[in-house]
């Protein structure tokens, strides 16, 4: 076994800066180019009416709620890739990952359901009468994108686990530029489109989906990937699918509630009024500028442990798993700096088209609001760097347990904070804050007391016939 202590400087070592960036940086780009995607599609809709914004993201953010907990499972397929890969078990690959696509196909049904209600979902919210209509009409049409939504999180887990992250970059930045031109053309209506307002992001979404489904499926098919690693084994895998569901059904759990969470805080606000709930989307939209490059680098620290408990390197999971938390403080840092001294530099195109109305009252409002942001940025880099770290050595029942009491915590705290006290939006923000900031001391508890170490999701050897 290497002797990890002494392995070269921080910047050339084993699962040092290099090495880490090398494989993270892809997946920094590819949550970027989703970041840049929403951040476009958020300004289109600005830019056609504030009510399409105000009901784009809860109606975008109640249809991912329902998504998370099979979302959350196919994405595991990728912890298994990792700890497969590291373990030099190539053949198993494939297999797992069909029977995250498996899991996606039967989960669909349910997922899509909720859109029949759609209407009746967001009378109860309390929001305006024209933000009510567009929220409807934006679930019920992404609601049909859940199936390839679902198949494409397990099928991208093929490469994503093997780090080779540069194809999952590939594929995502095509779907992105897909999209975004498709938002052009169908939001406003040019190039032949209708003009479809809320509804035309909400199919150029879809469509752009259903794109990268194709694309891997195509990859995936590749004769090196048949014969290497299975990449067309889409056989039904009772033991696979058994070992998938009890790791990664408390991953998706863990999803479900946090999303579920943050979901009740966002319609919760929205009864404040339209200037509220659109200056909160807009600093959500906004914050993703910083959250989605770290979710990049804490799907590295992932698939590092994952590849390395594989080996069974637990001290080199751990060192690239503090390598990834230092690039993500670094980079929340600048950011947030940026969110106090400069926010006009990331609000100034929502408000491009000159429409007036109330517009200058919501920028004031996300003015403030970017700094909650700011405050609570480097401890969302602990939440997600080490809850990733662990998840992807199989400590998926202490997220879960964490999860389902911060969840009750946060959605709790936020309705007696506004229909108990009367605290207001500030109160609400205050309250998100210090939520956000205790998940982050819990994930960095549970990793340094090192359970995590001796966990592993896959069969020591590969069992005859499964």
């Known amino acids: 076994m290497r002797d990890v202590r002494v392995d070269g400087s921080w910047w050339e070592r084993a699962c040092g800066g290099r090495e880490i960036l090398r494989l993270a940086l892809p997946l920094v780009m590819s949550s970027l ?24 993201f809860p109606a975008a953010l109640l ?8 979302l959350g499972i196919c994405m595991y397929a990728g912890t298994f890739v990792s700890q497969y890969y590291g373990a030099d078990q190539q053949q198993r ?14 989960a669909s049904p349910l997922v899509m359901a909720p859109a029949l209600l759609a209407d009746t979902v967001f009378s109860w919210t309390g929001h305006d009468a024209v933000v009510q209509a567009q929220e409807a009409t934006y679930f019920r049409i992404l609601s049909l994108g859940s199936p390839c939504m679902l ?20 594929v995502d930045m095509v779907a992105v530029l897909l999209n975004i031109v498709l938002d052009y053309l169908w939001i406003f209506g040019h ?46 895998n009772g033991h696979l699918l058994a070992r998938l569901w009890k790791f990664g059904g408390p991953a998706g759990l863990q999803m479900l509630l946090e999303v579920a969470g943050f979901t ?21 939209n906004i914050s993703s500028l910083a959250f989605m490059p770290v979710f990049g680098l804490s799907t590295a620290a992932s698939i590092v442990v994952g590849q390395q408990l594989g080996r069974d390197e637990p001290d080199l999971a751990a060192r690239g798993t503090w390598t990834c938390l230092w690039l993500a403080l670094g980079y929340m840092g600048l950011v947030s700096l940026l969110y106090v001294a400069v926010p006009d530099l990331f609000l100034v195109g929502f408000f ?16 403030v609001l ?13 939440n997600m760097v080490f809850v990733s770290a662990i998840k992807g050595a199989g400590d998926t029942k202490f997220v879960f347990g964490t999860s389902l009491v911060m969840a009750i915590v946060l959605a709790a705290g936020t309705y007696l904070a506004l229909r108990v006290y009367g605290a207001g939006l500030h109160g609400c923000w205050v309250l998100v804050t210090a939520w956000i900031w205790l998940l982050g001391v819990i994930y960095l508890a549970r990793f340094l007391h090192g359970a995590w170490r001796t966990m592993r999701v896959i069969e020591p050897v590969p069992q005859a016939g499964a």
């Open 93 to 106: 690959i494939g297999a797992v990952v069909w029977q995250g696509v498996w899991i996606g196909v039967l």
């Open 191 to 236: 190039g032949g489109f209708p003009a479809g307002g809320i509804a035309g992001g909400a199919w150029a979404t879809v469509v752009a989906i259903t794109a990268k489904v194709v694309i891997f499926l195509v990859l995936l098919a590749l004769p090196w990937n048949r014969t290497t690693y299975g990449s067309l084994d889409w056989r039904w």
């Open 151 to 170: 198949v494409s999180y397990a099928l991208s887990a093929f490469y994503s686990g093997q780090g080779k992250t540069r194809i999952v970059m590939a």
């Open 352 to 367: 491009a088209s000159g429409e007036t109305g109330n517009g200058e009252e919501i920028r004031r409002i996300a003015i």
């Open 264 to 284: 009740a805080f966002v319609f919760l606000v929205g009864s404040l009024g339209t200037s509220e709930l659109t200056a909160t989307n807009l600093a959500f």
């Open 370 to 382: 970017l700094r909650y942001v700011a405050a609570y940025n480097l401890f969302d880099a602990l």
């Open 63 to 70: 249809w991912w709620t329902l998504l998370c907990c099979p």
């Open 33 to 56: 180019s989703w970041t840049l995607l929403t951040f476009i599609d958020r300004m289109f809709l600005m830019w056609w009416s504030h009510e399409a914004l105000a009901a784009s």
